[in-house]
């Protein structure tokens, strides 16, 4: 009975670790929280001299972001899984002059939208030829 025991914590404390060793997108979401005051007190505090209410402000942001899922890709990030630290996470920005920090990724324009400009410039480009040459 001690045996199975101590068998089944084992095998729970080895679930535990390798569930904290998955990539970014696999952990949960306050796994994803602490992983990330971890780096606003390791990384971003020293880097840019934040004071505990900014680092406060700072986790509570991220924080947001990661329960509205905007930080749940692995792209998004840049995460050590064999560390299982977080090294960046990518399209955070400084303000200087407000001390704070945000989040702002490049928005992609669709294929279809694009093509269409390029018709639009084709046709009108063509109509010019036309009308030049008659």
Same mark, same amino acid.
């Given at each position: 009975?001690?045996?199975?025991?101590?068998? &089944?914590? =084992? @095998?729970? &404390?080895? %679930?535990? %670790?390798?569930?904290?060793? *998955? +990539?970014?997108?696999?952990?949960?979401?306050?796994?994803?929280?602490?992983?990330?005051?971890?780096?606003? *007190?390791?990384?971003?505090?020293?880097?840019? %001299? &934040?004071?505990? =209410?900014?680092?406060?402000?700072?986790?509570?942001?991220?924080?947001?972001?990661? *329960?509205?899922? +905007?930080?749940?890709? #692995?792209? =998004?990030?840049?995460?050590?899984?064999?560390?299982?630290? $977080? %090294?960046?996470?990518?399209? $955070?920005? @400084?303000? #200087?002059?407000?001390?704070? @920090?945000?989040?702002?990724?490049?928005?992609?324009?669709?294929?279809?939208?694009?093509?269409?400009?390029?018709?639009?410039?084709?046709?009108?480009?063509?109509?010019?030829?036309?009308? =030049?040459?008659?």
């Amino acid at each position: 009975m001690i045996e199975e025991n101590i068998n &089944l914590n =084992d @095998f729970l &404390l080895n %679930e535990i %670790e390798c569930n904290k060793k *998955e +990539i970014w997108s696999k952990l949960n979401n306050n796994l994803k929280i602490n992983k990330i005051k971890e780096f606003t *007190e390791e990384s971003l505090k020293k880097e840019y %001299e &934040l004071t505990n =209410d900014e680092v406060n402000k700072t986790n509570q942001y991220l924080s947001n972001l990661v *329960e509205k899922k +905007i930080i749940t890709k #692995n792209n =998004d990030v840049v995460y050590n899984k064999e560390n299982a630290k $977080l %090294e960046k996470i990518n399209y $955070l920005n @400084f303000n #200087n002059k407000t001390r704070k @920090f945000f989040y702002k990724k490049d928005k992609k324009s669709s294929i279809s939208s694009t093509l269409r400009k390029n018709q639009k410039k084709n046709n009108i480009s063509l109509k010019k030829k036309n009308s =030049d040459i008659n």
